[in-house]
């Protein structure tokens, strides 16, 4: 059973820091993986999309990156800020790409 | 577009109860799933549907049924709430490039609270 574990589970970062969030998987028989965003009370939104194929994608201050071999990926959040503030889910996909088995998220919090 | 909507946004039930929670995307998306979030457990997959006319059981579908009629509605009912199913629900689409699911995009959740 597939199963994906994030740490830290928590983070707390003065403003302007570099910062690296890890996520782990234990079986590399993924579709693709997902880094989401959820503010307290709220829904979730996509941050970045990587496909099994991909080795990382960037957005802006974001950049993710995966190495299927070894189950695992990260989300390196350059010049953190206080709007970072959120919790952050990892996702991966089954290999039929019909479900997400989600990370329990890690709570980042960027202090001003 | 409106992109996922969720309706009811909050909900209090008492056990036995049924109801049903709405989900409608505007996005013309093949593939709508809902999960539950719980404190501790994270999102869990209930059911998913990968067409209209096509549903699957995913990690915890006990309790729940679900339907797809057209493309843009998946809603999800639960035929005899219990506290257990206190929670966070979401429901979630994405699209398909010929394989699997892309990108998912969640709506705002219904929290749901059965006493």
């Known amino acids: 059973k597939q199963e994906v574990t994030q740490i830290p589970a928590a983070l707390s970062v003065p403003e302007g820091e570099n910062l690296v969030l890890n996520c782990s998987f234990t079986d590399s028989a993924i579709y693709n993986l997902q880094w989401f965003r959820q503010d307290p009370g709220k829904g979730l939104t996509s941050l970045l999309l990587i496909q099994s194929s991909q080795r990382e994608q960037t957005s802006g201050r974001l950049n993710a990156s995966l190495d299927k071999s070894s189950g695992r990926s990260t989300l390196y959040i350059a010049a953190s800020q206080p709007g970072d503030s959120a919790t952050y889910l990892c996702?991966?996909?089954?290999?039929?790409?019909?479900?997400?088995?989600f990370g329990k998220g890690t709570t980042l919090s960027v202090s001003s | 577009n409106a992109g996922v909507t969720q309706t009811p946004k909050f909900q209090v039930l008492k056990t036995g109860q049924s109801m049903t929670l709405q989900c409608a995307q505007d996005?013309?998306?093949?593939?709508m799933s809902w999960y539950r979030q719980d404190p501790g457990m994270g999102l869990r997959l209930i059911h998913y549907?990968?067409?209209?006319?096509?549903?699957d059981q995913g990690e915890v579908p006990n309790g729940y049924n679900v339907s797809r009629s057209t493309t843009e509605d998946f809603p999800l009912r639960l035929l005899s709430a219990a506290p257990s199913q206190t929670s966070v629900y979401f429901c979630?689409?994405?699209?398909?490039?010929?394989?699997?699911?892309?990108?998912?995009?969640f709506g705002p959740g219904t929290r749901l609270l059965v006493l």
């Open positions: 996005m013309n998306h093949e593939y």
């Open positions: 996702a991966v996909s089954n290999q039929a790409g019909t479900a997400l088995i």
């Open positions: 549907s990968v067409g209209a006319g096509i549903t």
């Open positions: 979630a689409s994405s699209y398909s490039n010929g394989g699997g699911a892309e990108t998912q995009y």
